[in-house]
Structures are given as structure tokens and as C-alpha cells.
């Protein structure tokens, strides 16, 4: 019997590796499907990089997915995600997105996203379980973690803050909190050292502080939205739809501006009835921004994104209806609102499916001007 070379052994065995490796990654593709009806869930944004990343739900039988989206450059890409119910939290801040993961009921571990996959940032942080975990970067590029659990009768948040430091999250103190959104934690605005919980501050260096000395005289003030805009300046979004602002820290104006009125406007349109009022996701720093959502006419919606310009005035950035209108005359509504640094804005309605693979419908803003909406091909393995 004549020998085999070893050549042709070497050359049959990678020609078996690609053909089983071409096997997998077609299953894998097979596997990846979003459209219109998925829901896509905000894990967290790179503000500085402007990329977003979404998870998609996870169904029996198939792997979990991820889309990382570039929203400055256009394009998106799916990943699978191992362990996808293992991870939770996000984060909001000018670094790679950040997600937390447990080791035990009292030890947290902090994890990165790059190149696809998730990976560990530094040495694990002792963490309760009745703990929130909230994550950020300050605008130095050192990444934070922001602990919350209910404080005491007043209604108080305590906050425990610490900071990567090498390898080790190194404490910078704790104290109550009030006006906590969504994201729990966030950069100082610019011009400002640290991340802001509400209306607490914690800097690398000094113990934690207030930036707010007092806020709003409106029932349950503790449970709205406080934004710093620096110094003592910030904006407070209530439970009654009303945007409020300070200038002191102390004393606070309703916003009586209405987008559409190019002043005060009719006080006949209450917000939360006729109208709502949202911050947008990505950076919250001034100049303050604000989305308008008009529902005046119930089947004529629309998108209001205003900026402050000055110290009292406000100006329209764009205006559209409340949604993408599709080829089939549907129209698939925005479901993310981000805003970045640089002034240009991103609206996201989700998943389309076409005949060539899944694309993200996007819609920016830049330079002040609505550009047109975007199908962006979600590329996967």
C-alpha cells in the first residue's frame, strides 16, 4: 500500500479546518436575525467614540447577540454574546462601554467591551448584592463605579464611588443623594473633575461634595431628574413633565419655552398632557438639551430637539415626526435618542430586515441639520 505524504495529510487537515470553521460561522450568521418587531435593549454608549451597544432579547435555542453601532461612522456589527444573562449594567461616558458581572454575593467584577467580547477591568470590588451598580468614565478616561443602595427615612440614595487605579478600584468616599436619573452615574460636565450622581460629586482627590444646595419646592423633589451644567447651574426634570433650571443652585424657574411657539407659548398645552418632556442618552453636559415629544395632535407626532443657546434663550436644533416612514407607509418610532459633545445627535428606531440581512434605521443630526434616515447593514460573523 503506497504511503500518504505528509504535505497532503497538512493540506486535508486545513482544508477539514476551514471547511468546519465556513460551518460554524454560516450556523452563526443562520442565527442572527432582527427585525422591526425585535426590541433592542440600550446596554450602554462610548460618548466620546459615539458608539452605542444593544442587546438583543435572548430566545431558547439560539446564541445571544450584541450590536455595537458607530453611529459617527455608519455602520453596526453583530457579535454573539456568551453568558449574556451573567452581565448587567451599562454605562454612559466618553470610554469603552462597561458592564458588571458577579463573582459571589459580595464581590463585583467590572467588565469592558472591545473587540467583541467582554473582558475584565481590574481586580474584583467588594459588593453587596443589595447594591445598584452604576458605571461611568470621567473625562480624563478613568473608569468608575458608583454604588447606590436606599438610604435612610428622607427618601436619600447613599452613593460609595470608587476609581480605577492601576489595577484596584480605590474608594473616594461616599454620601446621601437626591435628583438620581438615569444613567446613576455620569462625567462632571466640562470644565468640572470627577462623575455626578444626582446631586453629589466625587472627585480623584478630596472628599465627596454637593453641587446643588437646595432643590426644587415640588412634592417627592427627590425622585426627579437633577443634570449638572457646572458650577451651581443644573436642570431638574420632575415627575410633573416640567423642566425647571437654576442658576444658584438654590432658586429654580419653570421652563415656560415651547418649541413651537418661539417663546412662552400658549399655557393652555400642559406638559405631561399634551406634551413630555425627555434628556437625551450620551452627554448631558451644557448646553443643556432637551427633547420635546408633541402629542397636541394625536396622529400627527413630533420631535422637538432644542438646545439652550445663552443663559436664557433656547433654540430649535431640528424638528421631525416622531418616527422613520417606511416604504410600506408604517412608521417605525424612535426608541433611542443620543446627543453628543460635538453637537450632533443620533435617533435609532430599531431593526429593519431586508433581503440582503438586518439593518439599524438611523436618522442624525449634524451641523444643525436633520440629515436623511439611514439603513445601516448590520454586518455579523
Known sequence: MRGVSP???????????????ATVAASA????????????????????????????P????????????????GSARAWPEQRAGARFAGSSGPGPVLAASRCGEQCLQVLRFRDGAWQRLGETLLASQANTVNLTWDRGGEPWVVLHRLAAKDGSIAAAAYRLEGHDWVSKGSQPVQGVGNPGAAPAPPGEEGVVSGDGVFRSAGPPQHWLAK???????????????GGVAGAYLGADGMLRLTTDGANWQPLRWQPWSGGEGDL??????DYWI??????????????????????????????????????????????????GGDRLPFNHLFRFGDGSWALITGCVARQDGASLAIRRVVGGTLRDPQLVPIKSP
Do not use: H
Open 278 to 327: 425627555e434628556l437625551p442618552d450620551g452627554e448631558r453636559g451644557a448646553p443643556l438639551a432637551a427633547v420635546w415629544s408633541d402629542r397636541r395632535v394625536a396622529d400627527k407626532p413630533q420631535l422637538f430637539l432644542a438646545e439652550r443657546a445663552g443663559a436664557t434663550a433656547w433654540r430649535v436644533v431640528a424638528g421631525t415626526p416622531g418616527g422613520i416612514l417606511t416604504q
Open 268 to 273: 393652555y398645552w400642559k406638559a405631561g398632557r
Open 58 to 73: 435572548e430566545e431558547a435555542g439560539r446564541p445571544a447577540w450584541l450590536i455595537e453601532a458607530d453611529l459617527r461612522q
Open 215 to 229: 432643590l426644587p419646592p415640588v412634592p417627592d423633589a427627590g425622585r426627579g431628574v437633577l443634570s449638572w451644567l
Open 29 to 56: 450568521s443562520a442565527a442572527f436575525r432582527c427585525d422591526s418587531t425585535t426590541a433592542l435593549t440600550f446596554v450602554g454608549i462610548d460618548t466620546s467614540a459615539q458608539r452605542a451597544l444593544f442587546a438583543l
Open 7 to 21: 504535505m497532503r495529510v497538512v493540506s486535508l487537515s486545513i482544508a477539514l479546518l476551514l471547511a468546519a470553521a
